[in-house]
């Protein structure tokens, strides 16, 4: 459980993974006490008001009762595809029940139940050769092991007799994975609104302006099935579809309910859990 109080305009934010009545009055002392030192912020407008929500379809029952022995059968299928070829394979599958509510004294509930499953798998051989294959969905029978094992193997086995390349330009062709990590990162440093107001983004002074290649466009939609939906942050604001690079040229960033108080402008629900912003 996670807790922001708001004293004025400080802020103080306390934490607790024991739900007893005086386990979780305590934390609200803790944050309590952590605000009453902490200077008026400036910036703060207030916590975020109720609202409306879209629907997002984020619950599978499938996935919410898939047991450890069936996670198991699955593990035990992928080694022995492994064991078939010469390899070892090593990784992780797990799903998973959560139940997100967010409130606060504005009046404001956001409540949404969600399950996901992913399985992460590292194939490793002969001559430092090594695959790699993950999937996630909030439905477990999304996760085909037999296609992860083939992919992750094949890449493994492809990968035992590599060659060396004098240096030089050449084409590379990234596949999703890559990709994921790349745009995480790009995230990660410079689309959200704190970033490029403390001027540390690389969109600073480029918004409107040509950042990529024109065959580059990115958005952020946190309904779209093709993801993981969810119809609120961690404040309770509703979601919204933000157009980051369009065409290669800048177009925005994300904010949360601070970032957008401090530029009179609305956030788009990408709020994080305390004690961020």
């Known amino acids: ?30 944050a309590l006490e952590i605000a009453e030192t902490q200077r008026e912020n400036p910036h703060f407008r207030s916590l975020p008001s109720p609202a409306e ?14 047991t450890p022995m069936e996670r198991a059968e699955a593990v035990q299928h992928i080694i022995a595809e492994a064991q078939k ?14 139940d997100l509510i967010v409130a606060n004294s504005l009046g404001l509930w956001a409540e949404q139940s ?3 499953a992913k399985l992460n798998l590292v194939v490793t051989g002969d001559n430092d050769a090594s695959g790699y294959a993950n999937h996630f969905s909030k439905d477990v029978s999304d996760i085909d092991c037999q296609a ?23 084409t590379v062709i990234l596949e999703p994975y890559a990709v994921e990590t790349l ?6 440093i410079g689309l959200g609104a704190l970033a490029l107001q403390e001027g540390r983004s690389f969109m600073c002074g480029k918004l409107g302006q040509q950042i990529t290649g024109e065959n580059v466009t990115i958005w952020d939609d946190g309904l779209s099935p093709q993801g993981m939906p969810i119809p609120f942050d961690f404040e309770g604001v509703p979601k ?13 960033v994300v904010y949360d309910s601070y970032t957008a ?17």
């Open 114 to 116: 969600l399950t996901q």
């Open 53 to 66: 929500y879209g629907r997002a379809d984020t619950f599978v029952e499938r996935t919410a009762k898939f």
């Open 240 to 252: 919204q579809k933000v157009v980051l690079i369009e065409n290669g040229i800048a177009k925005g």
């Open 148 to 170: 992860l094992a083939d992919e992750a193997i094949g890449k493994c086995v492809q990968s035992t007799t590599p060659i060396s390349l004098e240096p030089g330009e050449y």
């Open 261 to 277: 108080g401090k530029e009179g402008t609305m956030s788009t629900g990408h709020g994080l859990p305390a004690p961020n912003t």
């Open 183 to 188: 745009v995480a990162f790009l995230g990660y």
């Open 85 to 98: 070829n010469d390899v070892i394979a090593s990784g992780a599958f797990s799903t998973e029940t959560t």
């Open 1 to 30: 459980v996670s807790i922001r109080v708001v004293s004025g305009r400080r802020i103080g934010a306390a934490s607790t993974n024991m739900l007893d009545e005086q386990s979780l009055k305590t934390a609200v002392d803790k």
